[in-house]
């Protein structure tokens, strides 16, 4: 199953637009130890964004860090509870921790 990150443009800020949109770029490029890391940033400066726990759970899934992925979807979901995406993916988190 190939995952998509959420687009940034639901940022708040133009710092947080700026590395979410980095983030997404190392994503899409397969570099998810920068993209976690930008994804870092965003929260750090707008902890408040639903999108970019979605986007950072996406990366932690992809390099098989489940557990961390299944607090990121958490997070998501306690602001987008009609996800049904994330609801997906939280599901297989939880199945694939061990």
């Keep these: 199953m190939e995952l998509k990150v959420k687009p940034y443009d639901l940022l708040d800020t133009i710092k947080g637009e700026d590395y979410i949109f980095e983030g997404n770029t190392f994503y899409n490029a397969n570099n998810f130890s920068l993209a976690m890391e930008m994804y870092n940033m965003a929260i750090k400066g707008n902890d408040v964004n639903p999108v970019v726990y979605f986007n950072r759970g996406c990366s932690y899934m992809a390099v098989g860090l489940f557990e961390k992925a299944k607090d990121d979807f958490s997070k998501y979901l306690k602001h987008n509870q009609n996800d049904e995406e ?10 694939l921790i061990l």
């Design 86 to 95: 994330a609801h997906k993916l939280l599901q297989q988190c939880q199945s």
